[in-house]
């Protein structure tokens, strides 16, 4: 039988689209070889309708594609299978698209941002692009059940973009009115650099004034603003896989429907631009510090109570004032976040990792885990699986 064609219609000038040809390049190693179509290089001018001619010449028995604009009606109309990415428009009806959880993203930004002791918070999105103002709805959701309020930047009213140095001015303005400190939320990465540049325009100081986190994760973006931004990660390549391995049915006869593909996002990669804790109680500020410098060990409560220089149930009164849990739940926390790190990203066994957390046995450990989580290690391994 003759190799599947495969026509990946799917940008790399950023993360999530390096991420998901990789995914796919893994699911072909071992269930292809596929033959695969890719666009000409960006230096290759082509119109729309040679662009459109030439994968219609290549004849692919199936396609994964990003949105592409002006072709995707006429290749969505194609009797061939696939899978298909939306940006501006929305899903395609009738087929798989892979879409992220905007619900996650929000709820996971607010969430992140709270447990640093923000009290004034900011979201920066796109207008009219419907991932976005989901993203942006749900971290809203989130701060308001907490009793605070998300300040969204005015985006731009007019059906023109706005030039990149233009919507940074416009940004500046912004950040003056804010209450500082402030965690601002971005949408993406992009736009949380130029937030990021809005600051050193504007002469505030991220971290210490104003907070940054976007979403992809994409390193190009993150580690060359200054400070290096931090970001949630999604795992594309997992999704490149499992996309792919719906392509694979699909090409072999199998009617799957209107299905989604989803984009998980396992973590937040914390860099320089959230790394600060907005805290006005001293106490729980000295009892924070000593929790990040010793929750591997599982530092007990009294030791934290000391190092704060107060005792356990003054300690426990202020915490739980701060930060709405107590200081056991923060160290379990971070002890089980650590832990998602290390069974996402490492090959060590779940005994291995309960070691290295200093629990004596492996039932406690997935227990705690459980019990933050929602599953047990091995489920959120499976789960996590194809890794960034």
Excluded at 139 to 151: D, H, L, T, Y
Aim: one cysteine or more; hydrophobic letters at 40%; a positive charge.
């Amino acid at each position: 039988m003759k190799p599947y064609r495969v026509a990946l219609l799917i940008e790399e000038a950023r993360e999530i689209g390096r991420s998901l040809l990789r995914g796919i390049a893994q699911y072909s190693s071992t269930h292809g070889p596929w033959i695969f179509y890719r666009e000409a290089p960006f230096y290759e001018k082509l119109s729309h309708e040679d662009r459109l001619w030439r994968i219609k010449e290549w004849r692919p028995d199936g396609i994964i594609m990003r949105e592409q604009g002006r072709l995707d009606p006429s290749l969505l109309e194609l009797d061939i299978p696939v899978i298909y990415s939306s940006h501006r428009y929305g899903p395609a009806p009738g087929i798989p698209n892979i879409l992220g959880d905007d619900r996650q993203i929000g709820t996971m930004a607010a969430h992140y941002l709270l447990e640093k002791g923000f009290r004034h918070f900011g979201f920066c999105g796109f207008k009219n692009m419907w991932w976005s103002e989901d993203r942006g709805r749900f971290f809203a959701e989130q701060i308001s059940a907490r009793g605070f309020k998300s300040m969204a930047y005015p985006t731009h009213s007019t059906q023109q973009p706005s030039l990149w140095f233009e919507e940074t001015d416009r940004m500046v303005e912004w950040i003056k009115t804010l209450p500082k400190p402030c965690a601002i939320f971005a949408c993406t990465d992009d736009r949380c650099r130029q937030l990021s540049e809005a600051c050193t325009r504007s002469k505030v100081k991220v971290p210490e004034e104003i907070a940054l986190l976007g979403v992809d994760n994409d390193e190009l973006i993150c580690n060359f603003a200054s400070p290096p931004l931090s970001s949630i990660m999604l795992n594309a390549k997992k999704t490149g896989y499992d996309a792919a391995t719906v392509l694979h049915r699909m090409m072999e006869g199998e009617t799957v429907g209107e299905i989604t593909i989803p984009l998980p996002a396992p973590r937040v990669v914390t860099r320089q631009s959230t790394d600060i804790m907005a805290i006005d109680d001293p106490v729980v500020a000295r009892a924070l510090s000593h929790i990040h410098a010793h929750y591997r060990k599982g530092v007990g409560v009294v030791d934290i109570a000391k190092a704060a220089g107060v005792s356990r149930r003054v300690l426990e009164l202020h915490f739980r004032k701060s930060m709405d849990r107590s200081v056991y739940e923060e160290v379990l926390r971070l002890r089980m976040n650590q832990a998602c790190i290390l069974l996402m990203e490492t090959n060590l066994s779940v005994a291995q990792i309960a070691e290295s957390l200093n629990y004596d046995e492996i039932k406690y450990f997935s227990r705690g885990f459980s019990k933050v989580i929602g599953i047990s290690p091995l489920a959120y391994r499976k789960q996590q699986s194809i890794r960034n």
